[in-house]
């Protein structure tokens, strides 16, 4: 993880944030320990509980403990008291910064007014987090800043586009060893996700079609040079079919019914929904025949068979790894540079959900370029003054 490496390197000189606890509840996770590591670093006391009582690696917790000095409160498959004990437990710290996946420290908070005090603010990770947030917000029980770390725009890029798109056509191709040159890939939606599969796909040889509902994005696809028309027309081109558009029934039976023999259905969307199950199982002769790990074959009453992958669940964790490191990478370096920011603008941001600031944007973008060996010009000050005059025209 070199951005957060570097990050690590100046927090251990300048030490910004000397004194600061923190109470995080992410997935204790190698990257995340290398998060905390940072923060430590940085001067900070962490304090650290799992999100999701599933996702905690013993080792790396332990390793926490043991050689970081951070405070760590998780066991892999904890029951759900004490999940909850572990996040009390969490926030006797008396934090000063909360670090969240879920808003669970920020809901434990809105219930014990006494913690506000010592806050300067909060990082959450997830869009899900996000909402339950900005829902707290709006019936004010949210008492501090807390930043949306995720929507910075270039962990956007590195998660949706560069992560998901390479991680997705990967789990399709750990999945059923096809090759991708020459055949028809289908992208359902053109939106963050499904630009970086296509972009993926078309650099793997295949011809790309893409299917929309939104007119601009379908403009888009189409002046970005792939095929553009409706899913009951790219059902029947398609060889691998891959929806990504966060909605549902996107490959329904109208679309099942003109699929080709042999057809490998992928989805890379948030939730098992975008291919419409219960219709494909409707259409087969029977149950399916698990071909490969994470592919059922199922088959149609004319004798054609469709692959579905991952039981339709998000491709690239279900036949995957799921993001490279590099894209925590860049996730786990905006939450460090939030962390700062929201210690060092202490009282000046107020209560509620706050957006990554366009300079930490600026400053992620600058440390992956230098973590990639990369050098880039700089506005020189005529041409600085000239971007922001009126007075000189034509
Ligand atoms: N697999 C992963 O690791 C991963 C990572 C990030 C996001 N996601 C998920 O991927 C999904 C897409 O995310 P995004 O950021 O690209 O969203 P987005 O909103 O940027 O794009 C979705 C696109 O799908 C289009 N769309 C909606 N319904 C459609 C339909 N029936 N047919 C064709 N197009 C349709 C929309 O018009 C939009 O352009 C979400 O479920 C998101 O949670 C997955």
Same mark, same amino acid.
């Given at each position: 993880?070199?951005?957060?490496?570097?990050?690590?390197?100046?927090?251990?000189?300048?030490?910004?944030?000397?004194?600061?606890?923190?109470?995080?509840?992410?997935?204790?996770?190698?990257?995340?320990?290398?998060?905390?590591?940072?923060?430590?670093?940085?001067?900070?006391?962490?304090?650290?509980?799992?999100?999701?009582?599933?996702?905690?690696?013993?080792?790396?917790?332990?390793?926490?403990?043991?050689?970081?000095?951070?405070?760590?409160?998780?066991?892999?498959?904890?029951?759900?008291?004490?999940?909850?004990?572990?996040?009390?437990?969490?926030?006797?710290?008396?934090?000063?910064?909360?670090?969240?996946?879920?808003?669970?420290?920020?809901?434990?908070?809105?219930?014990?007014?006494?913690?506000?005090?010592?806050?300067?603010?909060?990082?959450?990770?997830?869009?899900?987090? *996000?909402? $339950?947030?900005? #829902? /707290?917000? !709006?019936? =004010?029980?949210?008492?501090?800043? @807390? %930043?949306?770390?995720? &929507?910075?725009?270039?962990?956007?890029?590195?998660?949706?586009?560069?992560?998901?798109?390479?991680?997705?056509?990967?789990?399709?191709?750990?999945?059923?060893?096809?090759?991708?040159?020459?055949?028809?890939?289908?992208?359902?939606?053109?939106?963050? *996700?499904? $630009?970086?599969? #296509? /972009?993926? !796909?078309? =650099?793997?040889?295949?011809?790309? @079609? %893409?299917?929309?509902? &939104?007119?601009?994005?379908?403009?888009?696809?189409?002046?970005?040079?792939?095929?553009?028309?409706?899913?009951?027309?790219?059902?029947?081109?398609?060889?691998?079919?891959?929806?990504?558009?966060?909605?549902?029934?996107?490959?329904?039976?109208?679309?099942?019914? $003109?699929?080709?023999?042999?057809?490998?259905?992928?989805?890379?969307?948030?939730?098992? %929904?975008?291919?419409?199950?219960?219709?494909?199982?409707?259409?087969?002769?029977?149950?399916?025949?698990?071909?490969?790990?994470?592919?059922?074959?199922?088959?149609?009453?004319?004798?054609?068979?469709?692959?579905?992958?991952?039981?339709?669940?998000?491709?690239?964790?279900?036949?995957?790894?799921?993001?490279?490191?590099?894209?925590?990478?860049?996730?786990?370096?905006?939450?460090?540079?939030?962390?700062?920011?929201?210690?060092?603008?202490?009282?000046?941001?107020?209560?509620?959900?706050?957006?990554?600031?366009?300079?930490?944007?600026?400053?992620?973008?600058?440390?992956?370029?230098?973590?990639?060996?990369?050098?880039?010009?700089?506005?020189?000050?005529?041409?600085?003054?000239?971007?922001?005059?009126?007075?000189?025209?034509?």
């Amino acid at each position: 993880m070199p951005v957060l490496a570097r990050i690590r390197e100046r927090f251990a000189v300048e030490r910004p944030l000397e004194d600061i606890r923190i109470a995080a509840s992410l997935h204790v996770t190698p990257e995340t320990a290398v998060l905390v590591r940072t923060l430590i670093a940085g001067g900070a006391r962490v304090a650290l509980c799992a999100s999701n009582p599933l996702s905690t690696q013993d080792d790396v917790a332990a390793a926490l403990v043991a050689h970081d000095g951070a405070e760590v409160h998780a066991r892999r498959g904890e029951d759900m008291e004490t999940y909850y004990r572990h996040l009390a437990t969490v926030a006797e710290i008396g934090p000063h910064v909360t670090l969240d996946d879920g808003a669970d420290v920020a809901a434990l908070i809105a219930e014990r007014p006494d913690l506000l005090e010592a806050i300067v603010g909060g990082t959450e990770d997830t869009a899900t987090g *996000v909402l $339950r947030l900005r #829902a /707290m917000q !709006a019936e =004010g029980r949210l008492g501090y800043p @807390v %930043v949306a770390v995720n &929507d910075a725009q270039v962990t956007r890029l590195f998660d949706a586009r560069y992560g998901t798109g390479q991680s997705a056509l990967d789990g399709v191709v750990r999945a059923t060893n096809v090759l991708l040159a020459g055949r028809v890939v289908v992208v359902f939606g053109y939106g963050r *996700v499904g $630009r970086g599969i #296509a /972009m993926r !796909a078309r =650099g793997a040889g295949a011809i790309v @079609v %893409v299917c929309e509902v &939104d007119p601009v994005r379908a403009v888009e696809a189409r002046m970005d040079g792939y095929e553009v028309m409706p899913a009951g027309e790219a059902a029947a081109r398609g060889d691998v079919l891959i929806t990504a558009t966060g909605g549902r029934d996107v490959v329904a039976a109208e679309q099942i019914e $003109r699929l080709r023999d042999g057809a490998i259905l992928a989805n890379a969307g948030h939730f098992d %929904v975008e291919i419409d199950l219960p219709a494909l199982r409707a259409a087969a002769t029977g149950p399916p025949r698990r071909v490969r790990p994470a592919v059922d074959q199922y088959e149609l009453p004319d004798g054609r068979r469709v692959n579905l992958l991952a039981e339709g669940r998000v491709v690239n964790l279900g036949a995957a790894e799921g993001h490279p490191p590099a894209v925590m990478d860049v996730a786990a370096a905006s939450q460090a540079l939030s962390v700062e920011h929201l210690v060092q603008d202490r009282g000046e941001l107020a209560p509620g959900v706050h957006d990554v600031p366009a300079a930490i944007d600026a400053a992620l973008a600058s440390l992956t370029l230098a973590s990639l060996g990369i050098a880039i010009d700089g506005l020189t000050p005529d041409q600085e003054a000239y971007l922001h005059s009126w007075e000189q025209g034509t």
